[in-house]
T-cell receptor
Framework: GESVGLHLPTLSVQEGDNSIINCAYSNSASDYFIWYKQESGKGPQFIIDIRSNMDKRQGQRVTVLLNKTVKHLSLQIAATQPGDSAVYFC???????????FGKGTKLSVIP | DAGVIQSPRHEVTEMGQEVTLRCKPISGHNSLFWYRQTMMRGLELLIYFNNNVPIDDSGMPEDRFSAKMPNASFSTLKIQPSEPRDSAVYFCASSLADRGHGYTFGSGTRLTVV
């Protein structure tokens, strides 16, 4: 997986607006994808997952879109709230593997 | 369900000392993972166990690191001797075999080696 590096990509959104966080993955054999939210001082928390036989999955206020052609994953958060401020990671794993490969995190800042 | 439990939450130790991090996975989960998180490298998988057996330890940095899982409800990650570059947050995660439930992470142990 990619390293986060010293400077995380940052997305700033106004409270109430929709947020879109993007992620590119490199392994075409990946068949299971997860979005995690990590708040300061805490471990990554599962948000939503999607299998490669789907291109869209919706949860409560969140939607994940998968484009296998370009190996791209996105997380959409509707009506973003201050509590959504965190670092968001995408992760993937391949068939028969339990190992997660994490992508670069994106820091979401919600402006009240 | 108390989730994945890690201890200690914070550890400060001197270079050269032995450090042991502990993890209790979620009951019924049969896969357990140790990750390390730093600003430079992000989240790195160190080792994972399936049914208490180490399956892949290729992520373990060097021989100073070792991990054990003596039973389904307990795992340790040991660093001996510790070095300042080992300073990081170490996470334990567990999952069910079918992967459909995702992975549950603990709150992590923040290790500082001075």
């Amino acid at each position: 997986g990619e390293s986060v590096g010293l400077h995380l990509p940052t997305l700033s959104v106004q409270e109430g607006d929709n947020s879109i966080i993007n992620c590119a993955y490199s392994n075409s054999a990946s068949d299971y994808f997860i979005w995690y939210k990590q708040e300061s001082g805490k471990g990554p928390q599962f948000i939503i997952d999607i299998r490669s036989n789907m291109d869209k999955r919706q949860g409560q206020r969140v939607t994940v879109l998968l484009n296998k052609t370009v190996k791209h994953l996105s997380l959409q958060i509707a009506a973003t709230q201050p509590g959504d401020s965190a670092v968001y990671f995408c992760a993937s794993t391949g068939a028969g593997s339990y190992q997660l490969t994490f992508g670069k995190g994106t820091k979401l800042s919600v402006i009240p | 369900d108390a989730g994945v439990i890690q201890s200690p939450r914070h550890e400060v130790t001197e270079m050269g000392q032995e450090v042991t991090l502990r993890c209790k996975p979620i009951s019924g989960h049969n896969s357990l993972f140790w990750y390390r998180q730093t600003m430079m490298r992000g989240l790195e998988l160190l080792i994972y166990f399936n049914n208490n057996v180490p399956i892949d330890d290729s992520g373990m940095p060097e021989d100073r690191f070792s991990a054990k899982m003596p039973n389904a409800s307990f795992s340790t990650l040991k660093i001996q001797p510790s070095e300042p570059r080992d300073s990081a947050v170490y996470f334990c995660a567990s999952s069910l075999a079918d992967r459909g439930h995702g992975y549950t992470f603990g709150s992590g142990t923040r290790l500082t080696v001075v």
